[in-house]
């Protein structure tokens, strides 16, 4: 049933609902996000007007507009059938929200309020990443557009006006100092960095800022790995030598967006056999999603793999101060979500009053 009033929803699972194992499998490769964005606006059998897709490390969340509302159970079945998944495997993970709701919760989302660090910042770019394939694509109309826009600018506010994002806490460094507590120190430590976008600019600078003794990185672009490399006083890998790379290395940290692991277990197992013998345990740490080093890989003796889930105990123990911002933040964010809904009831009036004079 359609109506006149523009109605908003967002559909999504998070850290909080589901599993690395079900988020990794309904993650969106860069690649893959314009193609979905044309099926959900599709005229022809769509189920939203207008739609953007945020897929990160924490969550994977469909935002739209629609003079329709369409059923939860439809939404649930667009993001399970994209991926091959029975809708049963996917309907219990996901939540849905509905007009104001998706107003204030994409704007706590940009405040890093639902990421698994509190008040992480790298979900600002991944925000504007998500709104700009919707501009590219042409599914972000005005609202969708306006709706993005407030939700950056709730989350500017609320990191400028709290101490909600102070200090370094963030997945990348979450990773490191788990590395650090498990091996005492990174001073003697070589790690082997599996990645060259965001997360893992992140994570060399917290591994050079904890000492640690050597830094080697891996990218699927030998120039991007060097770049990156030589910006720390590190070596780049050749990709063919991946074996190699682990095998001198006490920690690996994988932080790629493939879609696929791009370390299996074939391969640790090659490399446990260079190492020394008197070797200590390989610590693997995967801050992917999907997952850059397959599961298997951590059944292999001497070896510990940790992904992104099992880092909340060094994360909630790093941020109990940022806690205490949490109301200042939420009163924030209620402005905000004020002000936009202002907006739009001054833009719907107007829309309406346009629709009346040119059918008289």
């Known amino acids: 049933m359609r109506s006149s009033r523009l109605a908003f929803v967002a559909v999504g699972l998070d850290h909080t609902t589901a599993g690395i194992e079900l ?41 739209g507009v629609s003079r329709s509302r369409p059923p939860a159970r439809e939404l649930a079945s667009f ?46 770019g991944q925000i504007r990443k998500a709104l700009q394939h919707a501009i590219c694509e042409g599914t972000a109309g005005t609202e969708l557009r306006r709706l993005f826009e407030s939700a950056i600018a709730a989350g500017r506010r609320v990191r400028s006006e709290t101490a909600i994002g102070r200090g370094a806490a963030s997945v990348p460094s979450a990773g490191v100092e788990f590395a650090r507590r498990r091996l005492g120190t990174l001073n003697e430590s070589t790690v082997l960095l599996i990645g060259t976008g965001d997360v893992a600019h992140v994570a060399a600078r917290q591994l050079v800022k904890r000492g640690a003794k050597q830094l080697l990185v891996l990218g699927r672009s030998y120039s991007h790995a060097r770049q990156l490399a030589e910006s720390h006083g590190g070596l780049a890998v050749i990709p063919g030598w991946v074996e190699e790379a682990v095998a001198r290395s006490d920690v690996v940290i994988g932080a790629t967006g493939a879609p696929q692991p791009v370390l299996n277990r074939v391969q640790v197992q090659r490399a446990l056999a260079r190492r020394r013998t008197n070797s200590a345990s390989l610590l693997l740490i995967d801050l992917s999603v999907p997952r850059s080093i397959h599961p298997a890989a951590g059944e292999l003796p001497g070896v510990e793999l940790q992904t992104i889930d099992e880092l909340r105990g060094v994360v909630q123990r790093a941020l109990a101060q940022r806690h205490v911002e949490l109301p200042k933040a ?18 719907e009036g107007s829309v309406s009053l346009t629709s009346q004079v040119s059918n008289q």
């Open 23 to 63: 988020r990794e499998r309904l993650a969106f490769a860069d690649a893959d996000i314009p193609v979905a964005l044309r099926r959900l606006t599709d005229p022809g059998g769509g189920l939203l007007e207008q739609a953007a897709i945020l897929s990160t490390c924490n969550r994977v969340e469909v935002y």
């Open 79 to 124: 993001l399970a059938g994209y991926h091959g998944l029975e809708v049963s495997e996917v309907a219990r993970r996901l939540y849905v929200h509905r007009d104001d709701q998706v107003v204030h919760r994409l704007a706590a989302t940009a405040a890093g309020m639902h990421s698994l660090v509190l008040g992480e910042v790298q979900i600002l």
């Open 330 to 347: 939420y009163r924030i964010l209620g402005s905000e979500v004020t002000r936009f809904s202002a907006w739009l009831s001054r833009r």
